[in-house]
């Protein structure tokens, strides 16, 4: 159980195009989702945490205007790089959770994003 | 906010010997404390978490300890196999506030034949 979904596992596209990567809890609501951005070598770092229904809360320092998040259903989350450059090149991944205490939160097999 | 520190940044071990991971916080309020396996390219996949209530909590090989006090807690792997050789990141939560992780720079172990 608690499977998340995240699609796709690789983009390859060229500097300005805007991706979108979809995070999907296939056996359980998630009323809540996290993006994360991991760099070579490096963290993972909070890029914004989205509540179903509600706008998402972004971490500071990350531009909301550029990462755009949805979060329209309690299954489905998504994150859109727009006008991406080669700097937003990354590993990108979702976790999902119900928002109950004491559940951890779930991981997608994260989305690498090459943009050329 | 929360801030994790976490060292060593990379650990080479013998096959057979423990490895010790260690972590500090710095926010009081959190009170879960995960500790994830990730391989190359791949998801981050949980090992053993701990919470703000618990002193020690051991699962096969593998066991987390926490001193609220001093605000740290460490990963022990005993009996470390190839297989155990990833990137170990911890994290801090406080389950009040959304559960948001905020996870340490991770260690890269490497267990050697």
């Known amino acids: 159980g608690a499977v998340v979904s995240q699609h796709p596992s690789r983009v390859i596209c060229k500097s300005g195009t805007s991706v979108k990567i979809e995070c999907r809890s296939l056996?359980?609501?998630?009323?809540?989702m996290f993006w994360y951005r991991q760099f070579p070598k490096q963290s993972l770092m909070l890029m914004a945490t989205s509540n179903e229904g509600s706008k998402a809360t972004y971490e500071q320092g990350v531009e909301k205007d550029k990462f755009l998040i949805n979060h329209a259903s309690l299954t489905l989350s998504t994150l859109t790089v727009t006008s991406a450059h080669p700097e937003d090149s990354s590993f990108y991944i979702c976790s999902a959770s119900t928002g109950q205490i004491n559940q951890p939160q779930h991981f997608g097999d994260g989305t690498r994003l090459s943009i050329l | 906010g929360e801030n994790v520190e976490q060292h060593p940044s990379t650990l080479s071990v013998q096959e057979g010997d423990s490895a010790v991971i260690k972590c500090t916080y710095s926010?009081?309020?959190?009170?879960?404390f995960p500790w994830y396996k990730q391989e190359l390219g791949k998801r981050p996949q949980l090992i053993i978490d701990i919470r703000s209530n618990v002193g020690e909590k051991k699962d096969q090989r593998i066991a987390v300890t926490l001193n609220k006090t001093a605000k740290h807690f460490s990963l022990h792997i005993t009996e470390t196999q190839p297989e155990d050789s990833a990137v170990y990141f911890c994290a801090a939560a406080n389950t009040g506030t959304a559960s948001k992780l905020t996870f340490g720079t991770g260690t890269r172990l490497q267990v050697t034949l």
């Open positions: 926010d009081s309020a959190s009170n879960y």
């Open positions: 056996d359980f609501q998630a009323t809540t």
